[in-house]
């Protein structure tokens, strides 16, 4: 995609649980390029628009159009397929292999039953693909040197760096982070600031869910700020810090 077009649109998209309106008419756009930010206090229903974009819910009404094309609706593998990937806010990770194999088999896994399925059922050619493209990755988010520890051994933040590292693997125009800064200690959000940032140089989308205000003030180029299911306001980070009903929702000021 052409930087600045338009790459994704959610339109009007509506979750119900039960008697829960957990997303309420929510539409928002993302350009190609951008970073854009989701706001809002816990429950706000982030997540839950994060599972609609990416088919992990599915929609109870409204559209999703990537590029034009509707996606909403699609099971998530498609989704993934056309470029949009994503973080789950708690990190996946199997402890004793090796943050190369999670990465490499994190894409597989995803779509397919069970880790002997996947390493028995893996072609040697594909194999070593992955291996490669993980490789590669890794060395994207600054993870290479840590590639042959048991991924359990990680910091925080390196997990979240290799969770990013595994959903760049599919090769996405649209990454999608749930809380990627939450429980980071200063230096290792400053690390996580600079990737997104380098990703962005490089072309890449981003909407990122965040609590951490800021992370997001200083990352975003926008922000879309949700409270109680429903779209609060949109803008620049300088807009919405200085939206009185943002900081009466959100910062409780
Ligand atoms: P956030 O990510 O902003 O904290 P969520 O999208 O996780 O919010 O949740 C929004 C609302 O939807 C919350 O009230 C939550 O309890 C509810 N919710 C989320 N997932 C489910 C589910 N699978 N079943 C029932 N209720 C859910
Ligand atoms: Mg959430």
Redesign the pocket.
């Known amino acids: 995609p052409q930087q600045g077009q338009t790459l994704l649109e959610v339109v009007e998209v509506r979750k119900v649980?039960?008697g829960?309106v957990?997303v309420n008419d929510v539409s928002f756009d993302i350009k190609a390029g951008e970073i854009v930010g989701l706001l809002?206090p816990?429950?706000?229903?982030?997540?839950?628009?994060f599972n609609l974009i990416t088919g992990v819910a599915s929609l109870s009404n409204g559209r999703v159009r990537l590029l034009g094309e509707e996606i909403g609706g699609l099971p998530s593998r498609l989704i993934a397929r056309r470029g949009v990937s994503r973080t789950f806010q708690h990190v996946k990770m199997l402890p004793e292999m090796s943050v190369l194999e999670n990465v490499a088999l994190g894409g597989y896994l995803r779509s397919h039953a069970g880790i002997l399925r996947s390493v028995a059922g893996l072609a040697r050619d594909e194999e070593r693909r992955l291996f490669r493209e993980a490789e590669r990755q890794l060395e994207r988010v600054g993870l290479r040197e840590q590639m042959h520890e048991p991924a359990g051994n990680l910091a925080l933040g390196q997990a979240r760096l290799m969770e990013i590292a595994r959903a760049l693997c599919a090769d996405p125009v649209l990454l999608l982070l749930d809380e990627p800064a939450a429980g980071l200690r200063h230096q290792e959000k400053q690390s996580l600031g600079r990737v997104l940032r380098q990703l962005k140089g490089e072309g890449m989308s981003l909407l990122l869910?965040e609590h951490d205000m800021e992370f997001v003030m200083d990352l975003t180029d926008r922000i879309v700020v949700?409270e109680f299911?429903t779209k609060l306001m949109e803008g620049t980070p300088a807009e919405v810090q200085a939206s009185p009903q943002v900081r009466a929702a959100y910062l409780g000021m």
Request: zero cysteines; a positive charge; hydrophobic letters at 40%.
């Open positions: 649980f039960g829960l957990a809002g816990n429950g706000a229903g982030k997540s839950t628009t869910v949700m299911g």
